[in-house]
């Protein structure tokens, strides 16, 4: 997406000095302005386009407990402990925007349980597995064997894994919201900037620069997640830009009790509040293809989500919108808080959301700035 010349400053200038520079407007830089303003800094946030205009407007809009891997895995994979720490992330990521952003008033606002659904015996026995496992971490969960929606009439899954407190939301509500919250409660300390691309940094680190100004500033905190290896291309390097494709569509008759998530989250399907069904994923189908930061759609895959979407609902529907965005995969799946020390200065990255930033990105920004003022690691290993 280009920029008009009209829509940038009208001549290079040097911007008065903020404590920290946040670069990138989605959810993890909108919530990590806020930390830092709640600690008295003077904050510029940096967005290359607009607000919300990566991946926090394209999502699905899933405010899920917990990665996109089921509990057992994760905790095979990263250790009992990290999975208990992120799971617990993303309780309190919700709880986070409820209390801060108020989003259960928002009309889009959708208290729904999530289910993460089983089609083969193998994935039933790794959800029994994780429900086990859940509970003695004191998760609250429950598993589901039969349902009368539309998804367990045509589709018959084998059991299903029941987060009973999650949520569901228009992500572009989030996003607006969280920008109006930040911009109301620190009038005075936080300026957001669109339309300005950060193309790197002073020498020393205690400047960013953009093609018509310079910003100077005591910290840096890079929040461009599937972008981050362009402003940082060691520590960056390892979050990898993967597209995610989308539609919605109207269909008499559907209903859907849950926000659902299958074959171990490669696709996912829900309702709105005003009875529209949002579907996304097959990104498994066609891996390299979308391995990209373009946010195009295919028609390839939108036809494997068509095709979804018939085996699902088994009636007909009518699609009123296609859709991709862009998440940044971080190589274990959990979110990356690192110094840049490929560069002089305090400049930070919090990025590698891979698919759950709405579930995990204010909770992570809150971490990311606590590490950024204190100097601490974050309790993920970077890997
Ligand atoms: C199709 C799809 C479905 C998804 N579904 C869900 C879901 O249901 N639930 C869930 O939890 N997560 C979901 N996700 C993941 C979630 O959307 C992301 O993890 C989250 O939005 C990441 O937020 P962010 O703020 O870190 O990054 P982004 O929202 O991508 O923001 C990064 C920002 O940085 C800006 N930027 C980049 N480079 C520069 C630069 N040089 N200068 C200035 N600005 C720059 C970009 O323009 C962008 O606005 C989905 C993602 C996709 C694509």
Redo the contacts with the bound molecule.
């Keep these: 997406m280009s920029v008009s010349h009209w829509k940038r400053s009208p001549k290079p200038t040097t911007e008065s000095k903020s404590d920290t520079v946040v ?7 909108l919530a990590a302005a806020y930390e830092l303003a709640l600690l008295g800094q003077r904050v510029t946030i ?4 607009t ?6 407007s ?7 407990r917990g990665l996109a891997e089921c509990y057992a895995h994760a905790a095979k994979d990263l250790g009992r402990d990290t999975a208990k720490l992120v799971w617990r992330w993303s309780e309190e990521n919700l709880a986070l925007l409820k209390e801060r952003y108020n989003i259960e008033s928002l009309a889009s606002y959708q208290a729904r349980p999530s289910s993460i659904v089983a089609m083969s015996p193998g994935e039933a026995e790794e959800l029994r597995e994780s429900a086990v496992l859940l509970t003695a971490d004191g998760f609250d969960c429950h598993l589901q064997t039969t349902g009368d929606d539309t998804l367990w009439r045509n589709l018959k899954p084998e059991v299903a894994l029941i987060n009973p407190h999650d949520a569901a939301i228009n ?1 572009w509500d989030l996003v607006c919201t969280m920008r109006d919250t930040l911009l109301r409660a620190f009038p005075d300390r936080v300026s957001l900037i669109e339309n ?4 790197g940094f002073s020498d020393s680190g205690d400047a960013v620069l953009a093609a018509t100004a310079t910003y100077p500033c005591q910290s840096v905190l890079v ?5 981050a290896s ?2 940082l291309p060691d520590l960056g390097s390892s979050i990898k830009p993967n ?4 539609l919605a569509l109207r269909a008499d008759n559907a209903r859907l009790d849950a926000s659902y998530y299958l074959n171990r989250g490669s696709e ?1 399907i829900r309702q709105t509040a005003d009875g529209s069904i949002i579907l ?1 994923g097959m990104r498994t189908l066609r891996e390299t293809e979308e391995q990209t930061a373009s946010d195009a759609t295919t028609e390839a895959l939108q036809h494997a989500l068509d095709e979804y979407a018939r085996k699902v609902l088994q009636t007909d529907f009518k699609v009123i919108a296609r859709w ?5 995969f971080s190589p274990s799946g959990l979110p990356i808080i690192a110094k840049a020390n490929e560069h002089p200065g305090n400049i930070w990255l919090c ?1 590698g ?9 204010a909770r992570t920004a809150q971490q990311a700035v606590r590490c950024l003022a204190t100097g601490t690691e974050s309790p993920f290993a970077v890997i």
């Design positions: 670069i990138g407007a989605g959810i993890t830089g940096l967005e290359r386009h607000v919300g205009s990566g991946a926090s394209r999502n699905a809009g899933f405010l899920m992500p300005t691309e950060v193309t929040c461009t997640n599937a972008w362009e402003l597209r995610g494709q989308m996912y996304g991709a965005g862009t998440m940044g990025a959301l891979t698919g759950h930033g709405m579930s995990l990105g």
